[in-house]
């Protein structure tokens, strides 16, 4: 069979514009026709139903991107793993998916099933094969022992984890986190450190309201504790052959994995200029400022600019995010990462380029920590 963009995402179109009745259905049909998998899924679905459609989405929408898209796969079915995800299940997940669009599709002919038939089995096997191939290098997930937990704030902490083997992992990436409390729900949460030679790994938290494994860690988690971690994923990373000088935006939480890309490039002993943009609404809630500062003493390249939003009382720079970056000389020629609440990261891309930054230059991520 031949893959067909175009007619997948004409398709695909109509099925967007129904996504929760989609979703819903799809979930549906997989169960009754599998009742057996609903025991790998978290009690409830809502967010689940959320991360289908937004990877789905993605796929569709980079289907001429072969490149970007294998990545983005391979990934996936790395990190599946974690589920106990076989060949069996993606059978059974294809078979629901083509139900799906069959149903909510305005048009459907041969044609049409047929290239959804292709690009499901070039997405399958490339996320197939990617964990089989990672299945001999790693475990599906990590016990990590919880040996430090610092409450900064009332709403966000600072938790150091020891896994129980050894991680690999590129500064910038994320892990899934389960906990005790919650079996099956899995969130994702950055790494805020560059690898460490003892393998530590230190998250920043930030409990959201609703949030059942944020509030887990921030509030219910204690030294001594257990979690249960992913693998690493991600792809707001420095790039290899970098060369330029660093313009780093980073939005409450979303610092985490700033301050690991810059502890890698402090590690890597280039001599290249760093600028850390840290913002948020309140002074009170810049929760890893000491720290920073302590970094910025040490390294003369590095310049940290605390930002408050909400806070008129606030003796330092003042606005929102995307605003500040403005207020400087260009970032042009700069490597950027920007990373934060998903309104600010998209505000920000928007000014950098209309600023002549290049998109391939502007790394980002929405902030990491759902409920």
Same mark, same amino acid.
């Given at each position: ?89 993606? &059978? /059974?997940?294809? @078979? +629901? ?7 909510? %599709? $305005?048009?459907? *002919?041969? =044609? ?17 094969? &990617? /964990?089989?191939? @990672? +299945? ?7 016990? %990590? $022992?919880?040996? *430090?937990? =610092? ?221």
């Amino acid at each position: 069979m031949t893959l067909n963009p175009r007619l997948v995402k004409e398709s695909f179109a109509a099925v967007e514009r129904v996504a929760d009745k989609a979703t819903a259905y799809f979930y549906g049909r997989l169960f009754a026709k599998n009742p057996h998998l609903r025991g790998m899924f978290p009690p409830s679905m809502d967010t689940q139903r959320d991360r289908l459609f937004g990877s789905l989405t993605r796929i569709v929408w980079s289907l001429d991107s072969p490149d970007g898209l294998a990545g983005y796969l391979e990934q996936l079915g790395r990190d599946h793993r974690k589920y106990g995800v076989s060949a069996e299940h993606y &059978a /059974a997940i294809g @078979d +629901a998916l083509l139900a799906t669009v069959r149903k909510f %599709a $305005e048009e459907w *002919d041969e =044609e049409i099933e047929a290239a959804w038939t292709a690009a499901y089995a070039a997405a399958s096997g490339l996320m197939s094969r &990617a /964990a089989e191939e @990672d +299945a001999g290098q790693s475990p599906p997930w990590w016990l %990590a $022992e919880v040996i *430090d937990h =610092e409450l900064r704030t009332p709403d966000i902490a600072v938790i150091t984890l020891r896994p129980d083997q050894p991680m690999a992992y590129r500064p910038g990436q994320y892990v899934s986190v389960q906990t005790a409390r919650w079996p099956r729900v899995w969130r994702p949460f950055s790494i805020a450190n560059a690898p460490r030679e003892d393998g530590t790994l230190r998250l920043h938290v930030r409990a959201v309201p609703g949030g059942w494994v944020s509030g887990s860690l921030v509030r219910h988690t204690r030294i001594g504790d257990t979690l249960l971690l992913g693998p690493p994923v991600g792809t707001m990373t420095l790039p290899q052959d970098a060369s330029r000088d660093v313009l780093c935006v980073a939005g409450g939480t979303g610092l985490a994995p700033i301050k690991a890309l810059v502890e890698q490039i402090v590690a890597a002993g280039r001599r290249r200029e760093v600028h850390l943009l840290f913002g948020a609404r309140r002074a009170e809630e810049l929760y890893d400022l000491a720290d920073l500062a302590r970094l910025e003493a040490r390294h003369p390249w590095l310049r940290v600019l605390p930002v408050v939003s909400d806070d008129p009382e606030y003796d330092g720079v003042r606005g929102k995010l995307p605003e500040v970056v403005e207020r400087f000389h260009s970032w042009a020629s700069h490597e950027v990462f920007v990373c934060g609440p998903p309104a600010m990261v998209d505000a920000t891309t928007q000014r950098l380029q209309r600023a002549g930054v290049p998109l391939t230059r502007i790394h980002r991520d929405a902030v990491r920590g759902a409920p």
